[in-house]
């Protein structure tokens, strides 16, 4: 199936007068695939999400289907299945309007996947700020108990299910799995050490599933349509990498940053960078020409002009020396701005949003900040580079310094631009200029 | 028992032991913060941060691509963990120069100093130069952090080892982390300071000088202080103790770790109970009514209400022996002789078999057990409510002496029985030799009426009582922080305790006095003194070998009693 000939799936309600209504979802098919799965085994379910290839839309890209077999199987006492609508990667905004637009599709993704998992509670954690989601949500949720399609003996099934929504407090780091779930349970979001995993022991020391927002949009269609529909979309396994589980499915690509036409665009997985821009963003702003992308929200660090016709699949930007996809959302910064403002915004917000739990992470992104700081008032030195390359190669869980990953995300974006734009560093800090840009507001 | 090898060293693990222990018993230190033994692993200093591999079944040797913690990673047969990699140096230089950026490096007026996990690990695994080139991030100091505790906040590294104690030793939870990233800080909430009565315990967990003791805050170097195993007198857990004193001076009490007794705390009770050593009202000189004419009676002046002599010892202790053997010989059976629980089992020994073997019709009776309250258990829960049993980390007993067990054994064996003093009736015998040793109030109503006006009263204390001021003999005794001994504790649990300075003044070691007294030979040897015990009475043979070591041994009758830490 080519791009062009591409009908939105996740988004083909998006626009609808009503969309967010039951009735109106109803009318178009929803809640049928509910029905349907109620009829299945859960095993069966999960068999099918596993034989889709869908992996997670969370940022890391780990097969669903594998996840939720990881429950133990003869648990006794409930399970928990989380939703992650902590949705705070700079410049992604998917679950958003997923949610704002058509909470349904969304919720019947949950109730299906907590009917395989066995979770007899699920928890929606959502981010703050998104007021007008928590609303469209409630109002939804509200709908479905009115209407058997939560609670006890669901649609008749003798599955019992409930909803609980629950609002972050505004921080990065509740979007880490076990930061979330320690969120959820009233304590401070720093990260858990692994193992013990989720699955064995999350929430309430219970096990527990954390899937992302996108994620379960997909699963009523995949339950609708098929696994091979599902493979019908994206780019397939490389049969030479025995590891490569492939990109499959729709996928939400955010574009935003220097680009004409900002948005949400749903393209099955694997379009370029570059297409993105030019098809379906308008190409860069103001004639001019991108200099650098961020591939999929700002922890991925950079991709550079040369490198825009990498494919934006699971594997792509980890070709180019991005950490990888992320979570879709390409921001776009033309040639006319400095890369030496945009790393040091990124490591504004990272030294902001760190937990404080890990050393490395805690000072050396706050010590990064500072060195950016310290540049961009003209008193850098060319040895203050290879510094912060040295603190972004020592913090991380890649090279195995901290609990979670956020530090990875810290050390991504210096490690590429300054690998990517090393002359231009050298050349501001040669020059001793200072930076008029400001910083940018509400980095948090 | 798993075989593991560190650095190529094999060494027998417990399969239940992380890195950092496993690397301990190969004689090599990973050096960690946030990590400790009796606290949860939150593994979140990184400074333990090793490589660790296995040896497959081939015999070939495959090492993780990552650095692990040393405290999260558990052992099994044939695990390899390597300290000494250019990786692993490389690491750990990274994060002392991470927890150095914006550490004031006060030293020189840090009361840590010299017993400081950020000089030692620096020192060792660190590097000399920092290249931060900006202003560190000042803090505020925080004084109102507890009665006991001062807060220096921008010395802290921020393991948390504090909080955690708070939340599962102490079970109060007043300590918590405030802010984000390389914000934050240690606080309590306003009006909610730390005041438990375990909180004197943060101080010792700080691997830095961020929590400090203000009771000891500036009083001293710390490589001035010398150290003495001890054992805590103020309740029957008998706490491990160490005590750190310079020029006869005691400036501060620390736990020792003691998986048998109480692990690796103590209560503030005890930790800051030690000042009355000090206290200038403590009996300082024997004392003699009526001396006999030819005792050279020059009277002190610092003294004057004190009959003391320039050379008192010999004269007192010789009238004092005169006058118990002929009380005894007028009334064998009206002779009571009154044990403290807070003397040492080799004091009561010497004691008991001196008046024992003067008549045997003499009678052995056991003083007043202070008892206050009832036992103090931790972690406390949210509402202040006890633990369940079983759960247990930290008792504050409500005994409030070391010794009645030990005492209890000794007055069995030569007794027959437990006769408590207090339950003797109104001046019940003609002639007492009283010994206290308590801080304050041990001398309590009904004693001092069982005692009244006998014909003779000897009274061995540190502190004046009605009992002291009409006595006719007045041994000045010293304090624990003053004695060689054992102690047994409530669990039958025989600890050794050392003399770490000498007793004020004229006052001497009770061992001393009662050695003399019995015209015992030579000096006394409080390992010598054990073992005799030990053979000849069959309850205390534990104590047989003379040497407890440092965590003690256990009587046989408790032998089912399971170690403090252990059960919890």
Redesign the interface.
């Given at each position: 199936m080519s791009p062009t000939e591409f009908k939105p799936v996740l988004l083909g309600r998006v626009g609808k007068p009503d969309s967010q209504s039951l009735a109106t979802y109803r009318a178009d098919g929803g809640y049928e695939a509910l029905a349907k799965s109620l009829k299945m085994a859960n095993t069966e379910v999960i068999d099918l999400v596993k034989n889709s290839g869908l992996r997670g839309r969370g940022g890391a890209g780990f097969p669903t289907g594998l996840k939720w077999t990881f429950l133990p199987k003869d648990v006794q006492g409930p399970i928990y299945l989380c939703i992650n609508g902590d949705e705070s990667e700079p410049g992604t905004f998917n679950n958003r309007v997923l949610i704002e637009e058509d909470p349904h599709q969304v919720l019947e993704g949950i109730v299906i996947s907590s009917f395989a998992t066995r979770a007899t509670t699920a928890y929606f954690y959502l981010r703050y700020e998104y007021g007008r989601c928590y609303r469209a949500l409630q109002k939804a949720v509200d709908e479905m108990y009115a209407n058997n399609l939560l609670g006890k003996n669901i649609l008749g099934s003798g599955y019992d299910l409930d909803i609980y929504l629950h609002r972050g407090a505004c921080a990065y780091i509740c979007g880490e799995e076990t930061g979330l779930i320690e969120s959820l349970e009233g304590k401070r979001a720093w990260p858990r050490i692994k193992p013990p995993f989720p699955a064995i022991e999350g929430a309430f020391r219970r096990p527990t599933v954390v899937n992302n927002v996108e994620t379960m949009a997909c699963i009523p269609h995949i339950i609708n349509h098929g696994a091979e529909w599902f493979q019908s979309m994206g780019i397939p396994k490389d049969p030479n990498n025995p590891r490569d589980a492939g990109s499959y499915g729709p996928k939400l690509y955010c574009i935003s940053g220097h680009v004409n036409k900002p948005g949400l665009v749903e393209l099955p997985m694997g379009i370029s960078a570059r297409d993105l821009i030019d098809q379906h963003a308008g190409g860069v702003w103001k004639g001019r020409k991108a200099k650098a992308v961020i591939p999929g929200g700002l922890s991925m660090g950079f991709m550079t002009n040369a490198e825009l016709d990498t494919p934006l699949d699971f594997n792509g930007p980890g070709r180019v020396g991005c950490l990888g996809l992320g979570t879709a959302a390409v921001v776009v910064i033309d040639d006319q701005t400095s890369m030496v403002d945009v790393l040091y915004n990124a490591c504004r917000f990272f030294a902001h949003e760190s937990c404080g739990q890990c050393t490395p992470c805690r000072e050396g992104t706050a010590w990064s900040t500072k060195i950016l700081e310290r540049i961009r008032e003209g008193k850098g030195k060319l040895s203050d580079i290879d510094l912060l390359m040295e603190i972004a190669n020592s913090i991380g869980t890649i090279p195995g310094t901290t609990i979670c990953g956020l530090a990875d995300g810290a050390a991504w974006p210096i490690k590429t631009a300054i690998n990517k734009f090393r002359g231009e560093f050298e050349e501001y800090i040669k020059s001793g200029r200072r930076s008029e840009s400001l910083a940018l507001a509400g980095a948090h | 028992m798993v075989k593991v090898k560190v650095n190529d060293i094999e060494v027998d693990a417990d399969p239940k032991d992380n890195c950092i222990l496993a690397a301990r018993k190969a004689g090599i230190e990973i050096p960690h913060y946030c990590w400790h033994e009796s606290l949860s692993?939150?593994?979140?200093?990184?400074?333990c941060?090793v490589e660790v591999g296995e040896t497959k079944p081939d015999g070939t040797v495959a090492m993780g691509?990552?650095?692990?913690?040393g405290c999260?990673t558990p052992i099994k047969e044939g695990t390899i963990i390597r300290t000494d990699s250019s990786k692993v140096k490389?690491?750990q230089q990274?994060?002392l120069e991470?927890?150095l950026?914006?550490h004031p490096l006060d030293c020189s007026i840090c009361d840590q100093a010299g017993e400081c996990y950020l000089q030692d690990y620096t020192y060792k695994y660190g590097k000399a130069h920092s290249?931060?080139?900006?202003p560190k991030?000042q803090r505020e100091d925080k004084y109102h952090i507890g009665e006991q505790i001062a807060l220096f906040t921008d010395r802290c590294?921020?393991c948390t080892r504090c909080v955690r104690f708070t939340r599962e030793i102490s079970g109060t939870a007043e300590l918590q982390?405030v802010?984000?990233?390389?914000?934050?800080e240690i606080d309590v909430f306003p009006e909610t300071p730390c005041n438990n009565k375990l909180a004197g315990n943060v101080v010792d967990l700080c691997p830095v000088g961020a929590l400090c003791s203000k009771d000891f805050l500036y009083k001293k170097r710390v490589w001035w202080l010398k150290h003495a195993d001890s054992v805590c007198t103020g309740c029957s857990t008998g706490c491990s103790i160490q005590v750190d004193q310079n020029d006869n001076k005691v400036y501060r009490l620390r736990p020792r770790e003691n998986p048998q007794a109480q692990g690796h705390f103590m209560c503030d009770e005890g930790r800051f109970g030690f000042k009355y050593i000090h206290d200038e009202r403590r009996i300082k000189y024997p004392r003699l009514k009526n001396p006999p004419s030819n005792a050279n009676a020059t009277v002190r002046s610092t003294a004057p209400s004190d009959l003391s002599f320039a050379d008192p010892w010999p004269t007192v202790l010789a009238e004092a022996r005169k006058r118990i053997h002929s009380a005894i010989q007028n009334d064998p059976s009206g002779f009571v002789v009154v044990l403290s629980p807070f003397m040492t089992l080799e004091e009561a020994y010497l004691l008991a078999s001196y008046i024992k073997g003067i008549d045997a019709r003499t009678k052995l009776t056991l003083g007043p057990v202070p008892v206050v309250g009832s036992d103090d258990l931790y972690p406390k829960g949210p509402k202040g409510e006890s633990p369940a049993a079983g759960k247990v980390k930290f008792t504050i007993r409500a005994e409030k002496c070391p010794n009645r067990t030990g005492i209890e054994a000794i007055l069995r064996h030569f007794e027959g029985s437990v006769i408590h003093a207090e339950s003797l009736g109104k001046s019940s015998a003609s002639a007492w030799f009283v010994v206290g040793g308590s801080s304050s109030g041990w001398v309590n109503e009904k004693i001092d009426q069982a005692v009244g006006t006998p014909s003779l009263l000897i009274v061995q204390d540190i502190f004046p009582s009605p009992l002291s001021e009409r006595a006719d003999v007045v041994f000045a005794a010293g304090s624990f922080a003053e004695r060689d001994g054992t102690y047994v504790n409530h669990a039958g649990l025989a600890q050794s305790t050392h003399a770490s300075i000498r007793p004020p003044e004229e006052a001497r070691a009770d061992g001393r006095i009662l050695m003399d007294l019995a015209g015992r030979a030579g000096l006394f040897n409080a390992m010598a003194l054990r073992k005799e015990i030990g053979t000849k009475i069959p309850e205390l043979s534990a104590i047989a070998t003379g040497d407890l070591g440092e965590h003690g041994v256990r009587l046989a009758k408790f032998a089912n009693h399971t170690a403090a830490a252990k059960s919890s």
């Open positions: - | 692993v939150v593994a979140s200093c990184r400074m941060l691509p990552k650095l692990v913690p999260q490389t690491s990274m994060t991470l927890l950026l914006n290249r931060l080139d900006e991030i590294v921020m982390v802010a984000r990233g390389s914000h934050e």
